[in-house]
């Protein structure tokens, strides 16, 4: 369900032709050095292929067109390795519709204070030619991202990889479709908002459809194919009874595995990769679907329930950018549940009815089958766990009526204080940065919804870039927040 595109990023070295074939040749092999060093790099994760130097207003608006048309280019990365005169990009820059990174390198890591002369200065003129090629984009307000540094540095190079993941989820978002079963629930505000506006600034297509057209998907499921996939429940997760009767409890976990298959046939069949529901509008499904969520979530789908279709595309969004991450430790929907205010233990328990991603579970799985003590069906047959611990983002995606507004939090995620034995869902507990009663206070001011998209996997910076190339608001909470 993750697979994406083999993406591709275009290197471009900038530069003039008033040096000389040598000199721009020097500039070429020196690019071709560059992108070797790069594709070799753990921390690039995309392959980098180097274009022709960028050298005349054709040739600029030229490459860049053909950027725009090649469906496998996620981006231009340029260099100006010499002074390149920004007036000259005018064109391609009106043009260009991909994401731009200006990675501010230089070839040579020092000075060559023995041997440096007018030939070399020449040559290796990025401090000067950088500031030119960065100026023109200031000048005709087109957001693009600067990476400094030089370019066997990890930290340069780590920074280009996250940006490419960036680069990848602007490419990816129109991508994004969302199918809702049911509408939003009665009176929500939150969770609610323009879905228009939504794809013309997202490219996020939303639509709505009755949940009963989905049941005959369900119904559908062959008893051999729900026998097939409950046994691989039952290897895969610890089972609690919770003194029910093994063929009773059973039949509560067959019914999400036919949801599971079902829910994913209706998805593949019409071309979504993220959904909605709400638990007040069944209509002929038997329970919730609770394990069968939790299971597509991991798969790569993004949800949300209650009818919230922002967050799942924000889901969805992150499983794209973090998608192939070594070491990933998950992107998830949480939803704000209830506050630990005990001086030096605060913090926010994070949960959901039972639609808990498994992705962020730290340790052992239990499947369970416990009342909802919410709406009108069976227990639903779901997954238990705590979540993992350290360092993540936590964003909402708002409308405040004429824009949109993505808020993003720095979060640390903690080891809950004890174990909550009556608690039948999956939790994460996490403290806002800088605090619990300035991150939720500054949360709240800013409109921020109770559900959430999580990650561990990617930094503010990255949601920041995304969100300004996506022409919508940022909003960040951290530790310098006051
Ligand atoms: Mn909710």
């Given at each position: 369900m993750l697979e994406i595109k083999k993406y591709k990023f275009w290197f471009c070295p900038c530069t003039q032709d008033l040096y000389g074939d040598e000199v721009l040749a020097h500039v070429h092999e020196h690019a071709v050095e560059v992108a070797a060093a790069l594709n070799a790099s753990d921390l690039v994760p995309y392959e980098v292929v180097v274009k022709p130097n960028l050298l005349t207003n054709d040739v600029i608006q030229s490459t860049f067109r053909a950027a725009d048309m090649d469906d496998e280019c996620a981006g231009i990365i340029t260099w100006a390795h010499t002074f390149s005169p920004s007036k000259s990009y005018i064109h391609g820059l009106q043009d260009l519709r991909k994401p731009l990174c200006q990675f501010a390198t230089q070839y040579n890591e020092e000075i060559p204070y023995d041997s440096i002369d007018m030939d070399f200065m020449n040559e290796n003129q990025a401090a000067h030619g950088e500031r030119e090629f960065g100026h023109i984009f200031a000048r005709m307000r087109i957001n693009h991202k600067v990476v400094f540094g030089f370019w066997k540095d990890p930290e340069a190079q780590a920074e280009l990889g996250q940006w490419m993941r960036v680069a990848v989820g602007i490419n990816e978002s129109r991508n994004i479709r969302v199918c809702r079963f049911?509408?939003?629930?009665?009176?929500?505000?939150?969770?609610?908002?323009?879905k228009v506006e939504a794809e013309v600034k997202l490219g996020w297509t939303v639509d709505a459809w009755p949940v009963n057209d989905l049941v005959p998907y369900v119904d559908a499921v062959t008893d051999a194919e729900v026998k097939e996939l409950t046994d691989e429940y039952y290897d895969t997760y610890e089972l609690v009874l919770d003194g029910r009767d093994p063929e009773e409890f059973r039949r509560h976990v067959e019914v999400q595995a036919a949801q599971e298959i079902g829910i994913e046939r209706f998805l593949v069949e019409h071309g979504y990769n993220a959904f909605s529901d709400h638990f007040g509008d069944l209509g002929?499904?038997?329970?919730?679907p609770s394990l069968a969520i939790q299971r597509l979530m991991a798969k790569g789908y993004g949800f949300g329930p209650e009818g919230d279709w922002k967050t799942p595309a924000m889901v969805r969004l992150m499983k794209i950018m973090t998608a192939g991450m070594k070491d990933a430790k998950g992107s998830a929907l949480m939803e704000d549940y209830t506050y630990n205010l005990v001086k030096g233990k605060e913090g926010i328990l994070e949960s959901h009815m039972s639609e808990v991603d498994p992705s962020v579970a730290e340790g052992r799985i239990a499947l369970r089958a416990t009342p909802l003590s919410m709406g009108e069906r069976e227990d639903p047959a779901r997954l238990i766990f705590t979540g993992k611990t350290g360092p993540a983002i936590a964003t909402s995606l708002v409308d405040l009526g004429n824009r949109f507004r993505l808020i993003i939090q720095d979060i640390d995620c903690k080891p809950v204080e004890k174990p909550m034995p009556m608690l039948p869902t999956g939790t994460v507990f996490w403290e806002p940065r800088p605090n619990l009663k300035v991150g939720t206070t500054a949360w709240i001011y800013a409109g921020g919804a109770h559900h959430t998209a999580m990650s561990f996997d990617l930094s503010a910076d990255q949601m920041v870039d995304w969100a300004e190339s996506m022409d919508i608001e940022p909003v960040v909470i951290d530790a310098n927040t006051n």
């Open positions: 049911a509408d939003t629930m009665r009176n929500v505000a939150v969770t609610d908002g323009d002929g499904l038997k329970q919730l």
